[in-house]
């Protein structure tokens, strides 16, 4: 919440924290935009990515005044002191994402930072592709659904970050063979416990490698990200016992699904039909 030093009106801030983990933090929020004027300095305690999707507002850092909209990326840096005024009404919204500065100087451009120890974007704002917004828009929608998994919400989230910022340049791409390797171990990792839902940390964690690392080499090896090699694993497991089953709910539920409809929607967009009609397919007539 943040007052105006002149008005005696204050901002209402709403958050709501959307995903945590130990490689991403995802919130969303909302500001009623009640004051107009240039509210007291704050300072963020850590780096954010802010995509607003609604209303605009103004971002005062030192000397600069920056219109934050729908159309870019907002960086609001680490120990950064900035204030916020309203000069439109109606509030605004956004979705704020907060990245370790490790996982930062991997994916950020070495152009778009300040020299120095800890990551800081050099510019205020970066403007956003229609797709990226799409997929701003897909994450957020996801996450307050309750839809996404820690892997693949994970996952989105740091491929919204890399495209909001642009591909780099690897100065090093591993080798062939060191890529697939790698990748075998993450697979080794998800079929162990293909039902868990795991975090991005925990298998990087197994494996030996950052999870930018980790989601970079393994949809290069595979041509699919991690959390849809793993929803093929929950499925394959599925076909393998839909013949026995009779309890589709709890075969889900077994299968790490958040429910009998998400994994049947799932079933039919790989397979081209229900666990019902499968099992109608294997099981001999006459089989109750």
């Known amino acids: 919440m943040t007052a105006s030093a002149d ?15 130990p490689t991403v933090g995802v919130r ?13 300095s704050e300072c963020a305690a850590a780096t954010h990515l802010v995509f607003p999707y609604r209303g605009a507002y103004v971002r005062h850092v030192g000397r600069q005044d920056v219109v934050a ?37 991997e994916l950020a451009p070495a152009d778009q930072l300040e020299d120095g120890a800890s990551t800081v974007f050099r510019r205020p704002t970066r403007g956003l592709a229609p797709q990226v917004q799409i997929l701003a828009a897909r994450l957020r929608h996801g996450l307050a659904r309750g839809a996404l998994e820690p892997l693949r919400a994970e996952t989105l989230t740091l491929d919204l970050v890399r495209r909001a910022l642009g591909e780099r340049a690897s100065s090093a791409r591993a080798a062939s063979y060191g890529r697939r390797k790698l990748a075998d171990r993450a697979k080794l990792v998800l079929a162990s416990d293909p039902a868990r839902r795991w975090t991005l940390a925990e298998v990087a964690d197994e494996v030996g490698v ?11 090896a595979e041509g699919a990200p991690l959390y849809r090699y793993q929803l093929r694993l929950r499925l394959a497991a599925a076909l393998d016992q839909l013949d026995d089953c009779e309890d589709l709910t709890a075969l889900a539920l077994d299968l790490g699904f958040s429910s009998h409809s998400h994994f049947t929607a799932a079933f ?16 001999p007539r006459g089989h109750a």
Do not use: W
């Open 69 to 105: 909209e729908a159309n870019q990326v907002v960086f609001f840096n680490r120990d950064q002191e900035y204030a916020i005024s309203h000069p439109v009404g109606g509030g605004d919204a956004c979705l704020s994402v907060s990245i370790g500065d490790d996982l930062l100087d």
């Open 210 to 220: 950052s999870p930018v690392y980790l989601t970079q080499v393994f949809a290069q």
């Open 7 to 21: 008005s005696g009106l204050m901002n209402e801030l709403s958050v709501a924290l959307l995903l945590q983990t």
């Open 28 to 40: 969303d929020v909302a500001c009623d935009g009640a004051c107009r004027h240039r509210s007291p």
């Open 268 to 283: 039919r967009k790989l397979h081209g039909c229900t666990p019902v009609d499968f099992r109608r397919l294997v099981r």
